[in-house]
């Protein structure tokens, strides 16, 4: 059941960021929830912007007081058209390598930036080293945004 739960959240994930990269669009949000207590950065980077995006900013990958993850974008996070549309994904390198017929083992959805400035993404797990970059991948242009290294 809960590997049709994930399955259905990927789909409709896919679905929304593969509409359009454009302001206008309505904004979609995974999951809004915040950390409670300290939260405890492990691995840090900085976004690098690419297809000439305005792409700045800080990504955190930690834990909050309840040792729950979260990826964080610090509160100098920018992106081009961060509406809604703007998939962000973990990678274990700075390219998006989809590989949808075994699983896309080198990439893990995230989901939708909807804001520039300080987003937190609540994380169902703890997340395996292998995955070492933050992607933003604009699914309608099929060109990457930005990404950072976390180290």
């Known amino acids: 059941m809960k590997n049709l739960f994930s399955l259905l959240a990927m789909f409709l994930v896919i679905s929304f960021s593969t509409v359009a990269c454009d302001e206008d669009d309505e904004a979609q949000v995974i999951d809004s929830s915040l950390p409670s207590g300290n939260f405890s950065v492990q691995r840090t980077g900085v976004f690098t912007a690419q297809n000439g995006t305005p792409t700045a900013g800080r990504a955190e990958l930690g834990t909050d007081g309840s040792n729950t993850t979260f990826l964080r974008f610090g509160t100098d996070f920018t992106t081009q058209l961060a509406t809604g549309t703007v998939t962000v994904y ?28 300080e987003t937190f993404f609540r994380l169902d797990s703890a997340i395996e080293s292998k995955f070492t970059h933050v992607i933003l991948w604009c699914g309608s242009a099929n060109i990457p945004f930005g990404f950072a290294p976390l180290q």
């Open 90 to 117: 973990l990678s274990t390198s700075q390219n998006f390598v989809a590989d949808p017929g075994n699983g896309n083992p080198n990439l893990k959805l995230i989901g939708i930036v909807n804001k520039n400035g």
